[in-house]
């Protein structure tokens, strides 16, 4: 046998044994169905059920703490910038839907009515909201008089409704969670800083809170929000390759000041219609948080985020359980006098084992075991969960040392997702290098010449569209090249610089 068939050999043998520790584990690993391991996660590590309305899921406690992590991280940001938070209806009447031309034709196939309310029947029907624009725009019409009172810089939080034929748990559901940040301002600078500085509040949560490396950038007119001036959007690469938009940001012009009348007296004393924005990350994050992070053994929660940072693990005897109980709780004490968020458990009738990969699958970064040996050497056992080794250390040690542990476990994961995705993104010049990189599951770096049916073109034939344009090519490519040829057509390539192309969920 050649070297490089040994070494294929060798591969084959160490994957036969991750596939089969994984389905010990009771996960598809990713390498056989992406698809298959990513919803086997949601179900079996607690995040989210289905439920019996089509198309809708139920998050379970587990999932809804890590979401309430991120509501809390979100929120504290938002009224750190001068926000306010506000609760609109979910029913937005139709003729407000259809008011912004471009709007209705964005969202129409997308739409739930309510046609009666008991038995009667509606004159106009309700809409549930897919989106806020419309309705915020009619009150904010009867708010707003004069220069005086802008900005308007409001957000809610709450749920939006979306009809999907394909549905898959955080990523398409037909009711979703998110905030819809909507603004107000009296000049277009004003109002794209605003769109500017939210999609960079959204790239540090990603990079600093999530550890998800995501490329900001401008969509093109085929992509933008219905309704939009200019959308920018913050992608991220998937384990599979494939791109997620994890959190746009819109500058609307006046579009829907002049369909809603929102208009204001100037200093001047003239009379113009508000500039605006809309900005929005979801509970698709979540989604990208799996997808990003996780491995054939299930999640791996970027410990910044994380529900639970530290699972204390007694073991004992039916005899000294629950001597070992208290001293994990003792323990656990210990750990969150440091502001950590620490789990004991206390599962009795439950083998070990079975502990220790119900926490490997959930995701949990580091995980102790206590047992009553270790009590008498003053040590515990400690693993994390981006590592295969345990380490045997004093107890002390191992309490001080956590929260730079958890660092490290915070930062590996930064750096294992920035350089898959940059080892996954290639630069190519010909429409052959183009088909072949995009159905190997790549991002595509490439020069285009903006044309929408180039773009149409594309998509038909490999499936794969333009995630955006980006803003700061330097923050992970090298080289900014300008000038060139479109990779489809030929023609002179727009935009002065390349874009990226991916298929995407």
């Not at 899921?57 to 306010?84: C, Q």
């Not at 502001?339 to 995701?363: H, I």
Request: aromatic residues 10%; glycine residues 8%.
């Amino acid at each position: 046998m050649t070297k490089a068939g040994g070494k294929q050999e060798q591969h084959r043998q160490d994957q036969g044994k991750q596939d089969k520790k994984a389905q010990q584990y009771g996960v598809t690993p990713q390498s056989v169905d992406f698809n298959d391991w990513y919803n086997e996660v949601v179900k079996k590590a607690d995040l989210a059920d289905n439920s019996p309305v089509a198309g809708a899921m139920v998050v379970k406690p587990y999932g809804s703490a890590l979401w309430e992590n991120i509501v809390r991280w979100l929120d504290t940001r938002f009224k750190a910038t001068g926000h306010e938070s506000l609760i609109f209806p979910t029913l937005i009447p139709m003729g407000f839907i259809t008011k912004e031309a471009d709007h209705v034709e964005g969202f129409a196939p997308e739409l739930f009515t309510v046609s009666k309310i008991g038995t009667e029947e509606l004159s106009e029907p309700y809409v549930l909201r897919p989106t806020s624009e419309t309705i915020i725009g009619h009150m904010w019409a009867g708010w707003l008089n004069s220069y005086r009172d802008l900005p308007f810089l409001h957000y809610q939080w709450g749920s939006v409704f979306r009809a999907e034929l394909r549905t898959k748990a955080f990523l398409r559901t037909s009711e979703f969670y998110w905030h819809e940040g909507h603004t107000a301002h009296a000049d277009e600078a004003e109002a794209r800083a605003e769109v500017r500085q939210q999609l960079d509040l959204y790239h540090e949560f990603c990079r600093n809170v999530l550890a998800l490396p995501v490329v900001r950038g401008e969509k093109t007119a085929s992509e933008r929000f219905a309704g939009a001036v200019a959308t920018y959007s913050i992608e991220g690469m998937m384990r599979d390759g494939k791109a997620l938009q994890s959190g746009t940001s819109h500058y609307l012009g006046q579009n829907f000041s002049r369909a809603f009348d929102v208009k204001f007296q100037t200093r001047e004393q003239r009379e113009e219609y508000a500039h605006t924005t809309s900005w929005a990350i979801s509970s698709r994050i979540i989604g990208a948080i799996i997808m990003t992070h996780g491995d054939d053994f299930g999640l791996i929660m970027p410990p910044n985020i994380a529900p639970i940072q530290v699972v204390v693990i007694p073991v004992g005897r039916k005899d000294n359980f629950d001597e070992m109980v208290a001293e994990g709780e003792r323990l656990a004490a210990e750990l969150r006098a440091q502001g950590l968020s620490v789990r004991v458990d206390k599962r009795d009738g439950v083998t070990n084992g079975f502990k220790y990969n119900d926490w490997e699958l959930k995701g949990v970064p580091v995980r102790i075991e206590l047992g009553p040996r270790d009590l008498e050497a003053g040590v515990v056992v400690v693993k994390n969960r981006n590592s295969e080794e345990k380490e045997t250390l004093a107890r002390e040690e191992a309490v001080s040392g956590m929260r730079a542990r958890l660092d490290g476990i915070q930062a590996w994961l930064l750096e294992r997702a920035t350089s898959f995705m940059l080892d996954n993104t290639v630069t190519v010049d010909t429409y052959q290098e183009f088909q072949a990189a995009i159905e190997a599951g790549k991002w595509v770096r490439a020069f285009h010449c903006g044309d929408p049916e180039s773009e149409k073109q594309i998509k038909d034939d490999t499936k794969a569209t333009i995630r955006n344009i980006p803003l700061d090519d330097a923050e992970f490519f090298a080289e900014r090249e300008e000038g060139g040829v479109c990779v489809h057509t030929g023609k002179p390539a727009a935009y002065g610089k390349r874009v990226i192309f991916g298929r995407q969920y």
